[in-house]
């Protein structure tokens, strides 16, 4: 079996963590032997590596609807494989300026020495992929790494193995396992994964997961970055049209069928306005995905697990009185294809289970507020989500959720299309996550960013040796102790 091909099956398990294990110290050695690639290298490795993903493409797009059931062809173009492309050609033209060293000021007590910060590679990344956007949140924090310098482990999840497969041939076509290098398995390989010593844990998944994964990682002291989820609100606030805010809204819950962990998972609407958004909503919904439960352009629940999830979550919702608004005449569940279209909810309670964890899939609560107070006071009563959207073309409405609330991030009058801002940081906030990556931010996440400070023939510390109490001492200490 190749290294780079690690596969965890019940029978073997201790013998597959043993060979994960093995090829973590490889990479170890392989960064200590060569611990930093120039840029020369780094650019042909992700320029290969952009040549290997597109010719695979095609490949991808068919992989990951097998292991969805179906998954919409435009969903896995729109949301993995252009953000991934763009995120080649955006990193390879801007990694000079990243990796040149940055002047700092040394302050006046230093002078004249010189300080500059320096960006190395941590050394070994481990990445941990969820299920729901197995090319994109694998391939990004990949190229990011690759782009600090560093070597890369990724744990891809158990739900995408055909998925997988075709990562793994685009991956050893371009890196030898040394350098890069895929293992999948179940929770028992999961978990030893984390407890690695890597340089740097990144962790893509739910909140409750999250937390495990950090406290595998406290023993080795293992910085991570955390991107988590959460309920993430859409304020609609009373100056918008309801036509509009309908439009801006669906794709962020429709695309994937709502799996996403910045999905709009629950709205505030005006009270008034309430009836007027649903019925726009159905209306918005059929006219973009007619025969819904037969239409190619919509994508199944990944799998029974996650769909009996959703059904039981919908029941408990029922039986404590929610009222249910469908998108069509009819049934809108398909059991055996696991499909769900999209279930609007109102009169919803906080005891029911929806409304209590991120619901990462087609049911959105609709909930009424009398005052824009009302609304934020309704978002901050809870835990900080991973993001929060605006509804609202008023600079003061805008101005006055943005100030009072707290995020990840935000978008105003648009869903989920801030995640694909190329020069702008991703990442949560308390239980949302923490840390960021994508651009810049992400290429400093993987490095350590040391500080270098450089004295000349004249140092000005040689005013401060012992013995103490000097004439130039003395009036150093009067002039800086002001």
């Known amino acids: 079996m190749s290294v780079a091909e690690i596969k965890m099956n ?53 992989a990951v609807s097998e292991d969805y059931g179906h998954r919409s062809r435009y969903d896995t173009l729109i949301a993995d494989i252009l953000p991934t492309t763009a995120q080649f050609g955006y990193t390879i033209s801007r990694l000079a300026k990243w990796m040149k060293p940055t002047r700092r000021s040394p302050g006046l007590l230093l002078a004249p020495a010189s300080v500059t910060i320096h960006y190395q590679p941590v050394g070994v990344v481990g990445i941990v ?23 890369a482990m990724l744990k891809m999840s158990e739900f995408t193995p055909k ?87 669906m794709l962020g819950k429709s695309l994937n069928a709502g799996q996403i962990c910045v999905a709009p998972d629950y709205i505030l609407c005006p009270r008034a306005k309430v009836a007027e958004f649903v019925k726009e909503y159905r209306n918005e919904f059929n006219r973009r995905y007619p025969v819904a439960m037969q239409n190619d352009d919509y994508t199944n629940i990944v799998d029974d697990r996650q769909y009996g999830r959703l059904k039981s979550w919908l029941e408990d919702a029922k039986q404590k009185g929610v009222q249910v608004e469908t998108m069509q005449d009819g049934s809108s569940l398909d059991d055996q294809r696991h499909r769900m279209l999209p279930h609007l909810l109102l009169n919803v309670s906080d005891d029911m289970q929806l409304m209590q964890d991120e619901i990462f899939g087609p049911l959105l609560p609709i909930l009424p507020y009398d005052t824009i107070d009302d609304a934020i006071s309704y978002i901050k009563a809870r835990p900080h989500p991973l993001a929060l959207y605006i ?79 000097s004439l130039i001492q003395k009036i150093i200490l009067k002039f800086f102790l002001r």
Not at 16 to 23: K, R, S, V
Not at 131 to 138: M, R, T, V
Request: contains cysteine; neutral net charge.
């Open 391 to 469: 509804m609202s073309f008023d600079n003061s409405t805008q101005q006055k959720i943005q100030r009072e609330t707290i995020s990840g991030g935000v978008a105003i009058n648009d869903t989920i299309m801030h995640v694909a801002a190329e020069d702008a940081p991703f990442g949560g906030v308390g239980p949302a996550g923490m840390g960021h990556y994508h651009g810049i931010e992400g290429f400093r996440t993987f490095s350590k960013s040391k500080t270098i400070l450089k004295q000349g023939k004249f140092h000005s510390t040689r005013f401060v040796h012992a013995p103490y109490g």
């Open 10 to 62: 019940d029978s073997d398990g201790i013998d597959e963590i043993a060979a994960m294990e093995q090829i973590f110290t490889t990479q170890k050695q392989a960064y200590l032997s060569q611990p930093e690639w120039d840029i020369a290298e780094r650019k042909k490795r992700l320029t290969q590596f952009k040549a290997a993903f597109l010719a695979s493409k095609d490949a991808l797009v068919t």
């Open 129 to 151: 992929v969820p299920w729901n956007f197995p090319i994109n949140l694998a391939i990004v924090p990949l190229i990011t790494s690759i782009a600090a310098g560093n070597r």
């Open 163 to 249: 998925t997988n497969q075709v990562l793994k041939q685009i991956i050893s076509s371009v890196f030898d396992s040394k350098d890069v290098c895929i293992v999948e398995g179940e929770t028992v390989l999961s978990a030893a994964f984390t407890k690695l010593p890597f340089d740097h844990l990144l962790f893509t998944g739910s909140t409750v997961v999250g937390k495990h994964v950090m406290r595998a990682a406290a023993d080795n002291l293992t910085p991570v970055t955390l991107e988590l989820g959460g309920k993430s609100p859409v304020v609609v606030a009373p100056d918008i049209d309801i036509k509009v805010a309908v439009n801006r809204i």
